[in-house]
């Protein structure tokens, strides 16, 4: 009698333990984790490096010798265009412009008294020709002796900062010697070359963003400002020149710059990279649909940050497996334990 109790009261036992167990009410399901496919936005780039130059750049030079003067600037401070920079000795080019000015005055009398004689019939038009030559000849001379004064200043040609200068008051020089580099900073250059393959997706105006190895963390906007025409045959690649504010100054020419040039932007689904069930040369992922696992096959696009790019049958707001998927096949019936809904997009 006892025996048959026992027998009785354990099946009921054991049929009430499982109903009461979470997990084994749909028995023969398999539990997984889902997270929806989403749709994000992508940027298809092209990564290069390259090297920043000035806008505008010189090596100030006299085109006169003479003896240095006076140094009318600071180095390594912003001049204006015109601004004075270094002056040469000009008492002789100011005696050349007195000699020159006092000879058109000379010129300038005698061709008014030519003038005049010729009108009275004294003198005969070929001398009245003469003199009004001679005049023309002083008036070039003082032009002349006015320019070799001018070129005793130095002028600062445009906006700029000054480099560090190589002469000093009192030194002799003569045309093409250095005196000081000037440079415009307030927008750089850098130059750089991407493969040929991408010739005909690169336009001036494309997007570009910069960042530096001297600035860790630092990253600057920039524009495509021009393309070359030519394309390298050594290394079948192009070279771009692009702009990039520099108001506070930081960024200087020579700086060494990794460049990141935008090519398009473009929608793609993605999906986390752990929802990738390879098989052979394929790729598919496991999608929930009423209840149960279905295959289906992607291809696979750019990786980025665990996640990935697919197109196939999918849309976005799929279901698609993350975890368990070595326990699924498909078809089989699965029983979402968790459904994992990450609100951070793949970042770009």
């Known amino acids: 009698m006892i025996s048959t109790l ?4 354990f ?18 399901a398999t539990r997984v984790e889902v997270l929806p496919v989403r749709q994000s936005e992508l940027i298809r780039d092209v990564a290069a490096v390259g090297t920043l130059v000035a806008r505008e750049s010189v090596m100030l030079r006299p085109e006169i010798s003479g003896r240095i003067s006076a140094i009318s600037f600071e180095e390594g401070q912003p001049v204006s265009k015109g601004q004075l920079l270094v002056q040469l000795d000009p008492a002789m080019a100011q005696a050349q412009l007195n000699q020159a000015q006092a000879n058109l005055n000379l010129a300038s009398s005698q061709h008014q008294r030519s003038a005049q004689l010729s ?28 320019v070799q004064l001018d070129k005793t200043r130095i002028r ?56 530096f190895d001297a600035f860790p963390g630092q990253t600057r906007k920039g524009s495509v400002l021009a393309v070359s025409p030519v394309v390298d045959a050594a290394g079948r690649s192009i ?23 935008e090519l398009s932007r473009y929608q793609a689904l993605m999906v986390p990279e752990t929802a990738l069930a390879p098989a052979g040369q394929d790729q598919y992922v496991y999608v929930v649909n009423d209840g149960r696992a279905e295959r289906r096959q992607v291809q696979v696009g750019v990786r980025e940050q665990g996640w990935v790019q697919v197109t196939g049958n999918l849309q976005a707001g799929d ?30």
């Open 6 to 9: 026992r027998l009785t009261i």
């Open 11 to 28: 099946p009921l036992f054991f049929a009430l333990f499982l109903s009461s167990t979470p997990g084994w009410a749909q028995s023969g």
């Open 119 to 146: 009108r009275q019939g004294f003198i005969s038009q070929q001398a009245k020709d003469e003199s009004g030559s001679r005049l023309a000849v002083q008036q070039a001379e003082v032009q002349l002796a006015r």
């Open 156 to 211: 600062a040609p445009f906006d700029g900062v000054t480099g560090l200068r190589n002469v000093s008051v009192g030194d002799y020089v003569g045309p093409g010697t250095d005196l000081v580099r000037l440079e415009a900073i307030s927008s750089l250059n850098v130059d750089f070359r991407i493969p040929e393959q991408y010739l005909a997706d690169v336009k001036p105006g494309m997007p570009v963003e910069l960042g």
């Open 239 to 261: 070279l771009l020149r692009a702009q990039v504010p520099n108001e506070d100054g930081a960024l200087r020419p020579g700086l060494f710059s990794r460049v990141r040039l």
């Open 319 to 348: 279901s698609v497996l993350v975890a368990g998927l070595q326990k699924v096949r498909d078809g089989v019936p699965v029983d979402i334990q968790e459904v994992i809904d990450v609100q951070a997009q793949p970042q770009q």
